[in-house]
């Protein structure tokens, strides 16, 4: 940004200051920036795939889970805030010297495959809602071979996505383009998914308000058992399947509620932040405007748009099983037809019960006619189980409005804003990644390094031809998500100590209660994440994943000794 117009947007907070609360207010909204840039992130796939389906899978008792982790994460990223714009230092370099090499390093790279991964589900929500709900006459299955269409929604997706890139690095003007250009995603998702809400509120019985407030009290006993809504569906089946079911419905939610909280602050956010806060030329002027952005820009809109997806899943999702898969019949006697996708998954399930009634051994002698006459004589209260529980895709979801909005106009909210999310968010995985590759290259934060770094991300484009068709494209964002857990604490810790480090801040370090407070609420947000990460190890590669960390611990410390003894 231009040197006249860091001092210009400074002088107009200063002079605002000096009038009062109303002129600060005006003046912070229209100086806003990098909190609407990490809404673009935070609003993008895993957010919207990791909502749905903690309605579909939790109804609305998981409605806590992500304001609680917005939360958090607004802590850390209000004191990475506070340390980059105290010290006008950039926090990798700043890590390395101060705090510790392995922690910087961990940090940035950790946040490079961050990246990279999390443009897999971008990638592959933009192509499903693009050729299920805005284009399925000119993209859908039966318009065009799938290579074709994945292809050529991938290529217009990194074309503009590029675009947008050139643009932020052309200066004050692309800055301007590109910060408009993502308040307007932002707030087109809010508009769309509030919209259905209030469309549910008032139609017909309305909403389950009671239970809605009830759903945004924490309960971590969903970390070790299922929600309530199954207990008829489970006292059904017999004793012997009931802990079958149950281990599976456990494991599905502890893997959507780490994945929710991954994605509402990831560790590519912590990078995000202070980099294109320093890009800006912001300093100690803008720290209260920097935590104005982040709660307006980032929480508000967060707030509404997760807890509409959550109302409108449990709604239209939650134990009920996916109708055509139980041999369902119409108004008009014909048999429902199950949606695309919907059938391999619910016999996949059906096997694995079938496998533990009869053995592996049995199950795999028999032929696939024996084994779909098996499963097809399962109890009913099993293969009601594997109804409920299989992932639901983009058409499916896009069609739990239709009978509220009509299927058109169901199929152009969901579709629009699940694109726009993952356009938003892929491109601004590209700025990250930017920045990225500058600093590991010690460059400054433009030029063609910076923008060689952003094009990185687009090796997402991939995602749709390596995720099989009979999966769900949404569920991808899950697994990505809590890999994104995993890394999240290297982020948290280095900050902690970073905001502890007297040489580093010098006399911005916070004081007295002051620190404290920072201290007390920092140590909270990373050991929730330290809990999500070691959870998330241990239930993925058990003693496997330990022992990475401990070795990533165990070097921290060998450094931090050897710096010492030659400092």
Same mark, same amino acid.
Request: hydrophobic share 50%; aromatic share 8%.
């Given at each position: 940004m231009?040197?006249?117009s860091?001092?210009?947007?400074?002088?107009?907070?200063?002079s605002?200051?000096?009038?009062g609360?109303?002129?600060m207010?005006k003046?912070?909204?229209k100086?806003?920036?990098p909190?609407w840039?990490?809404?673009? &992130?935070t609003l993008?796939?895993?957010?919207?795939?990791?909502? +749905?389906?903690? !309605?579909v899978?939790?109804?609305l008792?998981?409605?806590?889970?992500?304001?609680?982790?917005?939360?958090?994460?607004?802590?850390m990223l209000?004191?990475?805030?506070?340390?980059?714009?105290?010290?006008g230092e950039?926090?990798?370099?700043? &890590? @390395?010297?101060?705090?510790?090499?392995?922690l910087?390093w961990?940090?940035?790279?950790?946040? +490079?495959?961050a990246?990279c991964?999390?443009a897999l589900?971008q990638?592959?929500l /933009?192509t499903?809602?693009?050729?299920? @709900?805005? #284009?399925?006459?000119i993209?859908?299955?039966?318009?065009?071979?799938?290579?074709a269409?994945?292809?050529?929604?991938?290529?217009?997706?990194?074309?503009i996505a590029i675009t947008?890139i050139?643009?932020?690095?052309? !200066?004050?003007k692309?800055?301007? &383009?590109f910060?408009?250009?993502?308040?307007g995603?932002?707030?087109m998702?809010v508009?769309?998914f509030?919209?259905?809400?209030?469309?549910? /509120?008032?139609t017909?019985?309305?909403?389950p308000w009671?239970?809605?407030?009830s759903?945004f009290? %924490?309960?971590?006993?969903?970390l070790?058992?299922?929600?309530?809504?199954?207990?008829p569906a489970?006292?059904a089946v017999?004793?012997? #399947?009931?802990?079958?079911w149950?281990g599976?419905?456990i494991a599905q939610?502890?893997?959507?509620?780490?994945?929710?909280a991954?994605t509402?602050?990831?560790?590519?956010m912590?990078?995000l932040?202070?980099y294109?806060?320093l890009?800006? !030329?912001?300093?100690?002027?803008?720290?209260g405007?920097?935590?104005?952005?982040?709660?307006?820009g980032?929480?508000? %809109?967060?707030?509404?748009?997760t807890?509409?997806?959550?109302?409108?899943?449990s709604?239209?999702?939650h134990?009920?099983?996916?109708?055509?898969?139980?041999?369902?019949k119409?108004?008009?006697?014909q048999?429902?037809?199950?949606?695309s996708?919907l059938?391999s998954q619910?016999?996949?399930?059906?096997?694995?019960?079938?496998?533990?009634?009869?053995g %592996?051994?049995?199950?795999?002698a028999?032929? %696939?006619?024996?084994?779909?006459?098996k499963t097809?004589d399962l109890p009913?209260?099993d293969?009601?189980m594997a109804a409920?529980?299989?992932k639901?895709?983009?058409?499916q979801?896009a069609?739990?409005?239709?009978?509220?909005?009509g299927s058109?106009v169901?199929?152009a909210?969901?579709?629009?804003?699940?694109?726009?999310?993952a356009?938003s968010?892929?491109?601004?995985? #590209?700025?990250?990644n930017?920045?990225v590759?500058?600093?590991?290259?010690?460059?400054p934060?433009?030029?063609?390094?910076?923008?060689?770094g952003a094009?990185?991300?687009l090796i997402?484009? &991939?995602g749709p031809?390596?995720w099989?068709q009979a999966?769900?494209?949404?569920?991808?964002?899950?697994?990505?998500?809590?890999?994104?857990?995993?890394?999240l604490?290297?982020?948290y810790?280095?900050f902690?100590?970073?905001m502890?480090?007297?040489?580093f801040l010098?006399?911005?370090?916070p004081?007295?209660?002051?620190?404290i407070?920072?201290?007390t609420?920092?140590?909270i947000?990373?050991?929730?994440?330290?809990?999500?990460?070691?959870?998330?190890l241990?239930?993925?590669l058990?003693?496997?994943?330990i022992?990475i960390?401990?070795?990533?611990?165990?070097?921290?410390i060998i450094?931090?000794?050897?710096?010492?003894?030659?400092?």
């Amino acid at each position: 940004m231009e040197p006249s117009s860091i001092e210009s947007n400074r002088e107009l907070i200063n002079s605002a200051r000096k009038v009062g609360k109303g002129a600060m207010l005006k003046a912070f909204i229209k100086l806003s920036g990098p909190g609407w840039l990490q809404s673009a &992130i935070t609003l993008g796939g895993g957010s919207l795939a990791t909502a +749905l389906y903690l !309605g579909v899978l939790g109804g609305l008792a998981f409605l806590w889970l992500q304001p609680i982790a917005m939360i958090m994460g607004i802590i850390m990223l209000s004191a990475i805030g506070y340390i980059t714009l105290s010290t006008g230092e950039k926090p990798f370099r700043a &890590i @390395n010297k101060h705090v510790n090499p392995v922690l910087g390093w961990g940090w940035i790279i950790a946040t +490079l495959l961050a990246n990279c991964v999390w443009a897999l589900p971008q990638f592959n929500l /933009a192509t499903a809602a693009t050729r299920q @709900n805005l #284009m399925p006459g000119i993209f859908g299955e039966e318009a065009m071979p799938a290579g074709a269409a994945q292809t050529i929604i991938g290529l217009v997706i990194a074309a503009i996505a590029i675009t947008f890139i050139w643009s932020y690095d052309s !200066g004050k003007k692309g800055v301007k &383009i590109f910060d408009g250009m993502l308040k307007g995603v932002v707030g087109m998702v809010v508009i769309s998914f509030f919209g259905v809400v209030v469309k549910m /509120a008032t139609t017909g019985d309305g909403l389950p308000w009671g239970e809605i407030v009830s759903g945004f009290i %924490p309960d971590l006993s969903l970390l070790s058992k299922p929600t309530a809504s199954f207990d008829p569906a489970l006292a059904a089946v017999s004793e012997h #399947m009931r802990e079958f079911w149950t281990g599976l419905i456990i494991a599905q939610q502890r893997d959507v509620m780490i994945g929710a909280a991954a994605t509402a602050v990831g560790i590519n956010m912590t990078l995000l932040l202070p980099y294109s806060m320093l890009k800006r !030329g912001w300093d100690k002027d803008f720290r209260g405007m920097a935590i104005f952005d982040l709660s307006t820009g980032l929480f508000i %809109p967060f707030l509404l748009v997760t807890s509409c997806i959550v109302i409108v899943a449990s709604s239209q999702f939650h134990a009920h099983p996916a109708p055509g898969l139980l041999g369902e019949k119409d108004a008009n006697g014909q048999i429902i037809q199950p949606a695309s996708g919907l059938l391999s998954q619910y016999k996949g399930l059906a096997t694995q019960c079938l496998t533990v009634e009869l053995g %592996p051994e049995a199950v795999a002698a028999l032929s %696939p006619d024996q084994l779909d006459e098996k499963t097809a004589d399962l109890p009913l209260p099993d293969r009601r189980m594997a109804a409920m529980l299989v992932k639901r895709d983009a058409g499916q979801l896009a069609q739990s409005l239709a009978p509220l909005t009509g299927s058109t106009v169901a199929n152009a909210i969901f579709g629009f804003g699940v694109t726009g999310m993952a356009v938003s968010t892929i491109i601004v995985l #590209m700025l990250i990644n930017g920045f990225v590759i500058c600093e590991i290259a010690n460059k400054p934060m433009h030029g063609l390094t910076y923008k060689l770094g952003a094009m990185m991300p687009l090796i997402g484009i &991939i995602g749709p031809f390596v995720w099989g068709q009979a999966k769900a494209r949404f569920w991808l964002a899950v697994p990505t998500s809590v890999f994104g857990m995993v890394l999240l604490p290297i982020a948290y810790f280095s900050f902690f100590l970073l905001m502890n480090s007297k040489s580093f801040l010098k006399e911005n370090m916070p004081t007295g209660g002051k620190r404290i407070a920072w201290n007390t609420a920092m140590l909270i947000a990373a050991s929730l994440a330290t809990f999500g990460s070691l959870w998330s190890l241990w239930s993925k590669l058990h003693w496997t994943g330990i022992g990475i960390l401990v070795s990533f611990i165990t070097l921290a410390i060998i450094v931090h000794v050897v710096r010492k003894k030659t400092a």
